[in-house]
């Protein structure tokens, strides 16, 4: 079995740098660093159908390769591309939204079916509210500590380039912020 080392991957910037030089070899490098991060961010959109999570995954890259030149910080690639990824979903969940046909909506849903679809709709919102007011590290970290199948805590510090002791001690303070977040957010609803 051959183990890998950290001298045997490639840091983000020289593989952004021959990637560049159009070095399909770093290109394919990048694929596989970041590939499980997309689609982490992708399958976590779960309104969209599997063909639009696998547009949003190819439409993700392809705009790292017509923005490559713009980008400013390589060792930030991956948040870069998690933050495309997730305004791709977006895009394609309001044309998803545009598009459904009328014979699609339900006219006449029960008021249990309504009132427990409000409630968890709501319960959603401020749940994806408090998250999106975390900052982008913890945002990342909870999202790659979630993937299915999981990462490993070492794929995890590689992917957000922190120490894997730092790991289970970020996560519990992330998720202490978020708790707070919501628990602040539901005292202002009470009012």
Known sequence: MTTITS????DTSSLVARALKNDQDAWEDLVDQFTRLVWHVVRGFHQLDPQSQADAHQTTWLKLAEQLTNVRDPER??????????????????LADRERPEHEIELEPSSV?????????????????????????????????????PLSYDEVADMLDIKRG????TRR?????LKAKLNEASRQDRS
């Open 77 to 94: 690639l991956g948040a870069w591309l998690a933050t495309t990824a997730r305004r791709e979903c977006y895009r394609l969940l309001k």
């Open 166 to 169: 730092s790991i289970g001690p």
């Open 113 to 149: 079916e309504l009132d427990q679809h409000m409630l968890d709709s709501e319960r959603d919102a401020q749940l994806w509210q408090a998250f999106g007011e975390l900052g982008e590290s913890c945002q990342a970290l909870l999202r790659l500590l979630l993937t299915d199948p």
């Open 7 to 10: 001298m045997d991957v490639p």
């Open 173 to 177: 303070r992330c998720l202490d912020l």
